[in-house]
Nanobody, 124 residues
Framework: QVQLVESGGGLVQAGGSLRLSCAASGRTFSSYAMGWFRQAPGKERKFVAAISWSGGNTYYVDSVKGRFTISRDNAKNTVDLQMNSLKPEDTAVYYC?????????????????WGQGTQVTVSS
């Protein structure tokens, strides 16, 4: 099993940047595809970005392309989400998720392990 813990959330003004980090425990982290999702109040959890086990493939929802970058360091068991040019509509709780089958799914049901989430608030 893998346990995931997110950090790095906070309050930032529109146009600012935040870097989220997800620390994973477990020896098999390096074989997992990893994703970031977000959930705004009263809304469904939605896909943001995903990265393959090697880091060689990444995928983003259109609304964050060019602004967000997902990366991973398998030696450190971490996956990060660099968020630039933040907008008020990016405000949500951000979750890190892991898929032991290595798929780059955009559906939350494709992930087996989840962190507790970290709040990102972007003020206008």
């Amino acid at each position: 099993q893998v346990q995931l813990v997110e950090s790095g959330g906070g309050l930032v003004q529109a146009g600012g940047s935040l870097r989220l980090s997800c620390a994973a425990s477990g020896r098999t982290f390096s074989s997992y595809a990893m994703g970031w999702f977000r959930q705004a109040p009263g809304k469904e959890r939605k896909f943001v970005a995903a990265i393959s086990w090697s880091g060689g493939n990444t995928y983003y929802v259109d609304s964050v392309k060019g602004r967000f970058t997902i990366s991973r360091d398998n030696a450190k068991n971490t996956v990060d989400l660099q968020m630039n040019s933040l907008k008020p509509e990016d405000t949500a709780v951000y979750y890190c998720a892991g898929d032991p089958y290595g798929r780059l799914s955009t559906n939350p049901s494709g992930y087996y392990y989840w962190g507790q989430g970290t709040q990102v608030t972007v003020s206008s």
